[in-house]
């Protein structure tokens, strides 16, 4: 396994940070608190409302991160953090691998990936088939954080298939017309 991505890993978006969560009560604490005084000494009384508007405006400013993520998931958008191309090259540098092909990456949940992939492989035995399968798997986990991958392994070769039914070796027409 010799190709190591470097993933960094930023909170989501979606969910403010403690930061900027205090930020916000601070700024509508002290909005309040100014509208109070204001309203108090001055008698300003059209302050109130204005105040309360800045306050709304603030909240819908912060929830934009919050739509934008929502609408990702929903629309199935790939993680902005994880790129196919990186995906690609980790899974064809194992051994055995030959080509990946079809991958997909979508977002299934804020900070949840999925991942369904289509990986021609060289022909193994069942036992190295299934050793590379989880290989894999650990990999996505380990290094892009995927916990939730579907890998189709495949080989070039399939010949020697036995049909699953003994209708399946001739045409529905030759057992009409005998």
Not at 60 to 86: F, H, N, Q, T
Not at 113 to 139: G, K, S, V
């Amino acid at each position: 396994m010799g190709f190591k991505p470097q993933l960094k890993l930023k909170t989501s978006p979606a969910f403010p940070s403690p930061k900027h969560r205090r930020g916000f009560k601070l700024f509508s604490s002290v909005g309040i608190l100014v509208a109070a005084v204001v309203i108090y000494w001055l008698k300003w009384w059209w302050i109130d409302p204005i105040i309360s508007l800045l306050i709304a405006c603030f909240a819908a400013l912060g929830a934009i991160p919050l739509i934008w993520s929502s609408l990702e998931v929903l629309l199935e958008y790939a993680p902005r953090l994880i790129k196919p191309s990186d995906v690609e090259a980790a899974l064809q540098s194992f051994p055995g691998v030959r080509r990946v092909e079809k991958l997909r990456i979508w977002a299934i949940a804020c900070g949840e990936t999925a991942l369904c992939a289509h990986i021609r492989i060289e022909p193994l035995d069942a036992q190295h088939r299934d050793q590379l399968q989880c290989q894999l798997h650990a990999y996505l986990v380990e290094a892009f954080g995927i916990h939730e991958s579907t890998l189709q392994l495949s080989s070039h070769t399939a010949t020697n298939l036995v049909p699953l039914h003994p209708l399946l070796n001739r045409n529905q027409v030759s057992y009409i017309h005998k």
